[in-house]
């Protein structure tokens, strides 16, 4: 795919939706760091379910570690690997305590230092709550990726780095929403919906669906 292409689809993706935002649904930057941590391999629906209950009880490093992993699986339950992410999660909240004075960390060592906090993880967090360039690549963005040949790659890595030097600069604080957006409701992994698609002429998938 060419720069002027490339450049193209990101101007339609702006312009269809200028402000793009997480669906998570999160008050501060600690809130969104532990919905992050518990939105791998479940939906953010499923997350924000259980969250809003949890962030009305408890929504600070002390109030979630004052809980305790028992007191923290009884919240998020009916997410999967709740069991893991219930004891990443404690401490976690013990280490900004102990560490960071109960603040979330702004960069990639530090964040990625705090238990259960991945590589794509600290990639929502830099970019979500701090504006910085940063990709989360995900199972959305690997496919819509891949399948569009904007910026394909064998793994999730190598699919990040590819973006962050492929997307034009204008449009890459966005991207990581446009592309996960587009992946989860317009390109989805069975049958791409291509005649909902603003981007399918530029699009150089080989199997899209017809278009009337």
Same mark, same amino acid.
């Given at each position: 795919?060419?720069?002027?292409?490339?450049? *193209?689809?990101?101007?339609?993706?702006?312009?269809e939706?200028?402000?793009? #935002?997480? *669906?998570?649904?999160?008050?501060?930057?600690?809130?969104?760091?532990?919905?992050?941590?518990l939105?791998? /391999?479940a939906?953010?629906?499923?997350?924000?379910?259980?969250?809003?209950? +949890?962030?009305?009880?408890?929504?600070?490093p002390?109030?979630?570690?004052?809980l305790?992993?028992?007191?923290?699986?009884?919240?998020?339950?009916?997410?999967? +690997?709740?069991?893991?992410?219930?004891?990443?999660?404690?401490?976690? &909240?013990?280490?900004?305590? *102990?560490?960071?004075?109960?603040v979330?960390?702004?960069?990639?060592?530090?964040?990625? !230092? +705090?238990?259960?906090?991945?590589?794509?993880? !600290?990639?929502?967090?830099?970019?979500?709550?701090?504006? /910085?360039?940063?990709?989360? #690549?995900?199972?959305?963005?690997?496919?819509?990726?891949?399948?569009?040949?904007?910026?394909?790659?064998?793994?999730?890595?190598?699919?990040?780095?590819?973006?962050?030097?492929?997307?034009?600069?204008?449009?890459?604080?966005?991207?990581?929403?446009?592309?996960?957006?587009?992946?989860?409701?317009? &390109?989805?992994?069975?049958?791409?919906? &291509?005649?909902?698609?603003?981007?399918?002429?530029? &699009?150089?998938?080989? /199997?899209?669906?017809?278009?009337?």
């Amino acid at each position: 795919m060419n720069r002027e292409k490339r450049l *193209e689809i990101f101007r339609r993706l702006h312009a269809e939706n200028p402000n793009p #935002v997480t *669906e998570l649904e999160y008050s501060s930057t600690f809130e969104l760091l532990i919905s992050v941590i518990l939105s791998a /391999q479940a939906t953010d629906v499923g997350v924000n379910k259980a969250t809003r209950k +949890l962030y009305r009880d408890a929504n600070t490093p002390a109030a979630i570690l004052a809980l305790g992993v028992d007191g923290l699986k009884s919240y998020i339950k009916s997410i999967g +690997l709740f069991n893991t992410k219930a004891e990443n999660i404690i401490k976690t &909240c013990a280490a900004l305590i *102990e560490r960071h004075d109960s603040v979330v960390p702004d960069t990639r060592e530090a964040l990625e !230092a +705090l238990p259960g906090v991945g590589r794509k993880t !600290a990639n929502v967090v830099l970019n979500t709550a701090f504006r /910085q360039a940063a990709m989360a #690549v995900d199972t959305h963005i690997f496919r819509v990726s891949n399948r569009t040949g904007i910026a394909p790659g064998k793994n999730v890595l190598e699919v990040e780095k590819r973006l962050m030097r492929m997307v034009p600069a204008d449009y890459l604080l966005d991207a990581h929403h446009w592309l996960i957006l587009h992946g989860r409701y317009i &390109c989805i992994s069975r049958k791409p919906r &291509c005649a909902a698609c603003v981007i399918y002429d530029l &699009c150089e998938y080989r /199997q899209k669906t017809p278009v009337d």
